[in-house]
């Protein structure tokens, strides 16, 4: 337990392991209980107090970035803490851009500032996803960009995950994406290809209900 700060006596575990073995008890089982709560309480207290401190680092750590990568040239800061660059622009200078409802389509990479990649779709086939069913800093970002464009997005924590620790993506980190922009779809447009598929599915296996039923 000393990475909570918290030392054992190793005379001490060893007694108690031999007095555990020939059946000695310098313990009643009131001292006992009340020893392993007190325990476990500094253990816990301990724990809390190391990840509280590991939060303040990786917040002031993503904040010192954040400060000086808003200096960089083609850097641009929206007002609610997201930034952003365009490695390229869209072809069609009247490209359309998403809406807070629309179904995008992408190839993205992300990391973390130290560059390790948690997740990317690069080299693989686009994926497609609603923008109001994502972290904050996506959905203000994509919707920043034109159809056919390429924009690097770096988003600070509480536009991300926040205090949680996601998968490879530790608490309050700052999230590094690229993104292409590849389709956009309205999401009416979209609900509508969802219900005519599942309505093709639904008649599919309903045919081979009927086929099943008239081979019998």
Do not use: C, H
């Amino acid at each position: 337990q000393e990475e909570f700060g918290l030392k054992l006596d190793p005379a001490k575990v060893i007694d108690g392991f031999t007095d555990g073995m020939t059946g000695k008890d310098k313990l009643q089982n009131v001292d006992k209980q009340k020893l392993l709560m007190d325990f476990d309480a500094k253990v816990k207290a301990k724990a809390e107090e190391a990840e509280q401190k590991k939060a303040a680092e990786e917040i002031a750590k993503g904040n010192k970035f954040l400060e000086e990568n808003a200096k960089k040239e083609g850097v641009q800061t929206t007002e609610s803490g997201l930034q952003y660059k365009v490695i390229e622009p869209a072809k069609d200078a009247n490209a359309p851009k998403p809406d807070k409802d629309s179904v995008v389509t992408v190839f993205y990479k992300g990391t973390l500032l130290d560059g390790k990649v948690f997740d990317q779709n690069i080299g693989q086939d686009p994926v497609s996803f609603p923008l109001n069913a994502v972290i904050p800093g996506w959905s203000e970002g994509v919707s920043l960009m034109q159809k056919g464009s390429k924009y690097r997005f770096w988003i600070p924590s509480k536009l991300g995950y926040g205090d949680r620790p996601v998968g490879q993506i530790p608490a309050n980190s700052v999230l590094v994406f690229d993104v292409e922009l590849v389709n956009i779809k309205s999401g009416t447009e979209a609900k509508a290809e969802q219900e005519k598929a599942a309505a093709e599915q639904k008649k599919q296996e309903e045919e081979q209900k009927a086929a099943a039923e008239k081979a019998k």
